[in-house]
């Protein structure tokens, strides 16, 4: 039995929003990764030192927004990748389902990381 | 910058030997490998070889027709033409889909030529393929004019659509299409997404989209925003690879994207009806 | 003789997998998008596994050692080259995808002549698969120099 579903975004719009949270990306984790320049790798990854960086409210924010952007980014990849196998109702809902249950439990626990690390004392 | 890539293209094209300067290899006889199956009786796979002798411009189709005249009458091939313009010939050649008429056995390489159905197609036998599947994609684009102004019962009046020559070049290479299946056979979507209508019948969505005749860009745009439609499409080039016509189905199938996706305005003002009676 | 499968002809003797294999029968472009794929699944892991490790934050500075003991490794930081490579490679390939599908750089419609080459598989948007490679190598090895070199 065929259920006609009420469509809530198109493919055009999910697609459009792919492309954006691409070039989103692109900057905030360019920023992020050329963090690395403020001071030698090794002391970059000692506890205190990353902790400082939570503590920061505009890094903060900009790691909020990598896990955000990346999280949709990436999962609608995946959905893509994982319509085309196979095609029926039971999969495509599945995939569906699949991708946004991801995306939410992704930025929650990433979103947990941050704010608890935010609260950390030293 | 474009002194450095006309010179890479020019290193490219160099070592081709014939009159486009391809490389020819020159061979007395090529044995060729054929695939042989026959869906109905349910029967194995397997492959029979035949020794064919050829000269420099024997193509595909000649030698497998040789085959099937003097060595074996079974095998199931499917042609018309004979000279690139029907599609009715296509087939993986050395794992690749080209037109067994368009092919030259001196252009490929190795003493074995493979020759195997199209990927992507249901079997019927041996060579020849069911593009039933294909054709309803092609139907689904609507592959007609929609103008409710043309007036074609009243055949008094002499009436004809003003399309420049300009006009007509923005569609006139996707019209080239003969529907020989090839691209459909490439394209790393279609190997895996049944309901993905595949690179022809995009391009011909966009070659409808295109045309100044049409008026009805709204509902083209939506018959391909679909889950399994245009953006399933992710530019892997391999449609316009193997395209005999040069209808470079990729290039229609962006341009159509492009304008899908509001980056490309769409300039088109529609053509005008011109009565031929009264000029 | 190779066994015929019902399944083969149910699902209209398509490549299926098999055919995203080998992508080399057809040229570059196929290549680019094979690696965008390959490349973006395994970035998708590693974006899981990254937020997970970063968690152990949460849980004190031995969890945070503990972790850091665990990739801070040689085997960890030639893993890391290569995210490093795949990211840069996806990145800039992925830019060039956005131009080419919204149909910039391809050229425009015009008459095909023999030898019936594709207007859109022309060197200018070609040469960015190549440059997504070049920035990837070139990422890597900076990225060896700081994490094998030693910082």
Not at chain 1, 22 to 40: D, G
Not at chain 2, 45 to 70: G, H, M, N
Not at chain 2, 106 to 114: C, P, W, Y
Request: hydrophobic share 40%; net charge positive; aromatic share 10%.
């Amino acid at each position: 039995m065929m259920k006609t579903r009420k469509i809530i975004l198109h493919e055009s719009q999910i697609m459009k929003i792919h492309y954006i949270t691409a070039i989103a990306a692109l900057f905030v984790v360019a920023v992020h990764i050329l963090m690395r320049l403020i001071m030698p790798y090794s002391m970059s990854l000692q506890y205190e030192n990353v902790v400082v960086n939570y503590h920061n409210i505009p890094y903060a924010l900009l790691l909020e927004s990598i896990l955000v952007l990346i999280a949709i980014h990436g999962f609608n990849g995946l959905r893509v990748i994982l319509l085309e196998f196979r095609q029926n109702e039971i999969w495509e809902n599945g995939i569906t389902i699949f991708t946004i249950a991801a995306m939410i439990a992704i930025i929650a626990y990433g979103t947990r990381t941050i704010i608890m690390a935010n609260q950390l004392g030293l | 910058m474009k002194e450095i890539i006309k010179k890479i293209g020019m290193i490219k094209n160099g070592n081709r030997k014939d009159d486009n300067n391809r490389k020819e290899i020159l061979r007395n006889n090529v044995v060729v490998k054929v695939f042989r199956a026959n869906r109905s009786k349910g029967d194995f796979v397997s492959y029979d070889s035949f020794e064919v002798p050829v000269q420099r411009w024997t193509t595909v189709l000649e030698a497998l027709l040789y085959a099937k005249s003097y060595l074996d009458s079974s095998i199931g091939i499917r042609y018309s033409c004979r000279m690139a313009s029907c599609g009715s010939c296509g087939m993986k050649i050395n794992g690749i889909p080209r037109l067994a008429c368009y092919t030259k056995i001196s252009e490929l390489e190795g003493s074995t030529i493979t020759c195997e159905p199209l990927a992507n197609f249901p079997l019927i036998r041996d060579l020849v393929t069911d593009f039933s599947q294909f054709f309803n994609h092609h139907k689904k684009m609507q592959p007609y004019i929609h103008n409710e102004n043309s007036v074609m019962t009243d055949s008094k009046k002499l009436i004809e659509f003003k399309q420049s020559v300009e006009e007509v070049d923005k569609y006139l290479q996707f019209s080239y299409c003969i529907k020989c299946g090839l691209c459909y056979s490439a394209c790393p979507t279609v190997a895996t997404d049944t309901k993905f209508p595949g690179p022809q019948a995009l391009s011909q969505a966009y070659r409808y989209y295109a045309d100044t005749r049409d008026n009805d860009t709204k509902e083209r745009l939506n018959i391909v925003d679909e889950k399994h439609g245009i953006w399933r499409c992710h530019f892997a080039g391999s449609c316009s690879t193997v395209c005999p016509k040069g209808v470079d189905p990729a290039l229609g199938i962006q341009l159509l994207r492009g304008h899908l996706m509001g980056f490309s305005k769409n300039e088109k003002k529609i053509a005008k009806l011109h009565n031929r009676s009264t000029s | 003789m190779e066994r015929s499968k019902e399944s083969d002809y149910d699902r209209n003797n398509r490549e299926g997998l098999k055919g995203w294999l080998n992508p080399s029968r057809y040229g570059w472009e196929r290549i680019s998008y094979w690696l965008q794929r390959l490349t973006g699944v395994f970035l998708l892991i590693y974006f899981i596994g990254h937020v997970y490790e970063t968690s152990s934050l949460t849980r004190g500075p031995d969890a945070w050692s503990a972790m850091l003991e665990l990739t801070q490794t040689p085997w960890g930081h030639l893993f890391l080259i290569l995210v490093i490579g795949t990211s840069t490679f996806h990145s800039a390939n992925g830019i060039r995808l956005i131009f080419t599908h919204a149909g910039k750089g391809l050229g425009k419609p015009g008459r095909p002549d023999y030898p019936y080459d594709a207007m859109s598989l022309n060197y200018r948007q070609k040469s960015g698969i190549w440059v997504a490679l070049i920035l990837a190598a070139v990422a890597m090895l900076y990225g060896s120099s700081v994490l094998l070199g030693g910082e």
